[in-house]
């Protein structure tokens, strides 16, 4: 025996935006715990304190690996944590 019920659309669509902050959240929680950190393209910039545009430079010249589905770009961690310590310069000393 089939039930059927039926919901308003006030409440069906507060049900379904529920559903979907909670499939967020176990996603966001799913990418924490993964071996692999995968950043889009706004985490990414945020982190760095760059722009997308800089990002996409980046991108561009090669200074920075990524993954891309679609029109969305995805960042390692571990690339970004790597690209900066290929950056990374001691300072000069002042002569004496």
Request: charged share 30%; glycine share 2%; aromatic share 10%.
């Amino acid at each position: 025996m089939n039930n059927v019920i039926l919901l308003q659309s006030e409440a069906y669509n507060h049900l379904q935006q529920a559903t979907f902050a909670y499939m967020r959240k176990l996603m966001a929680e799913e990418r924490k715990n993964s071996a692999i950190e995968w950043l889009d393209n706004d985490e990414a910039a945020s982190l760095l304190k760059v722009s997308a545009r800089t990002l996409q430079s980046w991108r561009d010249e090669r200074i920075i690996k990524f993954s891309q589905i679609g029109r969305q770009i995805y960042y390692k961690r571990e690339d970004i944590d790597r690209m900066l310590e290929q950056h990374y310069r001691n300072p000069v000393k002042a002569r004496a």
